[in-house]
């Protein structure tokens, strides 16, 4: 590698690769120490290709969520199954995997900006901005910068564009795989919530025990299948479909509603 050597985004190479590893080492025993990180399926991402990946989740806290990807996906790289064992996997991360996120969230103070640089996709949510309801045409260069993305590496997102539980699936992930074709892995991550505050930097409790499901891709007919098509599926297949609220308890949901309460910076 370079030294001077660049992303498609401008983002100096080997500042981004001491930036995953520091971050890498700061944050490990948060998944393998403090809690435990129960990981299923990850025999999948070794065989993906190196390019035009999209990762699909449901969401808990802004960072950690995506922290534990990071940690998995490298692991898992390295010959790792189901293990974030060790760390030393992350000394030589896979340096072209980004991750959507809302540009009020990146930009609202100076760790957050360094967290940028390790592969933020920036975008501005259409349906909410600083707390309120909006609406609000697309940006066409955040679609642009996700297709850029993909063609460059693999991208994480969280379609529903929110860490609330069960809340719609934003139709703007539908059009990018409708449009831009990739390989789609959906992840159901749990115990996040319960782990960290909202913004997943600060721990709330230990002991927690967190899974991360690695599910194969999505069969998807680019052609025939309708955006709405496209979004249901992905909803059963982050477990996020109203049909699943059947099979929780209301007193869960409730206490789910009222950890949130207690959770700080909202989107």
Do not use: C
Not at 81 to 89: F, L, P, T
């Amino acid at each position: 590698m370079g030294l001077l050597k660049k992303n498609p985004f401008g983002h100096y190479l080997i500042l981004k690769k001491w930036l995953i590893r520091i971050f890498g080492v700061l944050t490990h025993r948060r998944f393998h120490g403090f809690n435990e990180l129960k990981i299923e399926g990850s025999e999948i991402i070794k065989d993906l290709p190196d390019t035009n990946v999209l990762f699909v989740s449901n969401h808990q806290t802004y960072f950690a969520d995506v922290t534990a990807m990071f940690h998995v996906f490298n692991a898992s790289l390295s010959g790792r199954v189901d293990s974030i064992k060790n760390v030393g996997y992350i000394w030589q991360p896979k340096m072209n995997i980004y991750y959507v996120a809302a540009k009020e969230t990146m930009k609202a103070g100076l760790l957050t900006r360094i967290m940028a640089y390790a592969g933020a996709i920036s975008v501005e949510r259409t349906w909410r901005d600083k707390g309120k309801d909006v609406q609000r045409e697309i940006n066409l260069n955040d679609t642009e910068n996700i297709a850029i993305a993909l063609k460059d590496g693999w991208v994480i997102t969280f379609p529903q564009g929110t860490t609330k539980p069960f809340k719609p699936i934003r139709k703007g992930t539908a059009h990018i795989i409708k449009n831009h074709r990739p390989i789609v892995i959906p992840v159901v991550i749990d115990g996040f919530r319960r782990s960290f505050d909202k913004k997943g930097l600060r721990i709330k409790k230990r002991g927690i025990l967190q899974s991360f499901q690695i599910k194969p891709p999505l069969d998807i007919d680019y052609d025939h299948e309708s955006i709405e098509e496209i979004v249901q599926k992905l909803e059963y297949a982050i477990e996020q479909h109203p049909s699943f609220l059947k099979v929780i308890p209301r007193e869960e949901l409730d206490a789910m509603e009222e950890l949130n309460k207690t959770r700080k910076w909202e989107y």
